[in-house]
Every structure is written in structure tokens, then in C-alpha cells.
């Protein structure tokens, strides 16, 4: 089993920066893939970003790209989402997950964090 809680959300303006972390526990995260998923009010839980076990490789929906960075420092079993450029509609429940596998399904996850309230104002 894994635990994962996540930290950093907060009230930020349009166009600032947010970084979130999430502290895993349990299990070391090494043989994990990572990802931060994402939940607008009213709307289904997203996927925003992902990163292999060793941080070679990473993937991120498109809406995000050039804006967010997603990074891992396994040694201290963290992982990191660098958010910048922040629009409104990134305003969402952000989640940290792991599984075995790199997903861009939420159904697909094995282990979730309790989520981390960002919200952008305009």
C-alpha cells in the first residue's frame, strides 16, 4: 500500500505560479509511475501529468503543456507539479496517484491522495 497527501494548493491570481507536492509513505515510489490528475467543479476527474519511474520520460495534456512541469525525487519519495502561467480554468481538486503503469485514465489508478484545492481568480 501506498500513501500519498498532497500540499501547496491555495488561492492564486491569473497568470501567477502554484507548485504542489506530494509526500508518498508505505512504499517507496521508484517503481511507480507518478501523475497529478484533476477535478473542475462540476466536471470528471482529468489527467493533467505524468512521469515514468526514474524521470526520463513524461507526459502532459495538451491543455497544460509549456505551462506545468511534473518532477520526482525518489530518494525523498516526492513528487512535484510546477504549475505557471495559471488560467481560471485550471481551478480544480488536484490529486497525486501512483500505479504501475502510466495511465491517463482516472478509473485506472491503483492509489489516490486526498486532493489539494487550487483555485485561480481573474
Known amino acids: 500500500q501506498v500513501q500519498l497527501v498532497e500540499s501547496g494548493g491555495g488561492l492564486v491570481q491569473a497568470g501567477g505560479s502554484l507548485r504542489l507536492s506530494c509526500a508518498a509513505s508505505?512504499?517507496?515510489?521508484?517503481?511507480?509511475?507518478m501523475h497529478w490528475f484533476r477535478q473542475p467543479p462540476g466536471k470528471e476527474r482529468e489527467f493533467v501529468a505524468a512521469i515514468n519511474e526514474y524521470g526520463g520520460a513524461t507526459r502532459y495534456e495538451d491543455s497544460v503543456k509549456g505551462r506545468f512541469t511534473i518532477s520526482r525525487d525518489n530518494a525523498a519519495n516526492m513528487v512535484y507539479l510546477q504549475m505557471s502561467s495559471l488560467k481560471p480554468e485550471d481551478t480544480a481538486v488536484y490529486y497525486c496517484?501512483?500505479?504501475?503503469?502510466?495511465?491517463?485514465?482516472?478509473?485506472?489508478?491503483?492509489?489516490w491522495g486526498q486532493g489539494t484545492q487550487v483555485t485561480v481568480s481573474s
Open positions: 496517484a501512483a500505479d504501475r503503469l502510466l495511465q491517463t485514465l482516472a478509473k485506472r489508478i491503483n492509489y
Open positions: 508505505g512504499r517507496t515510489i521508484s517503481t511507480y509511475n
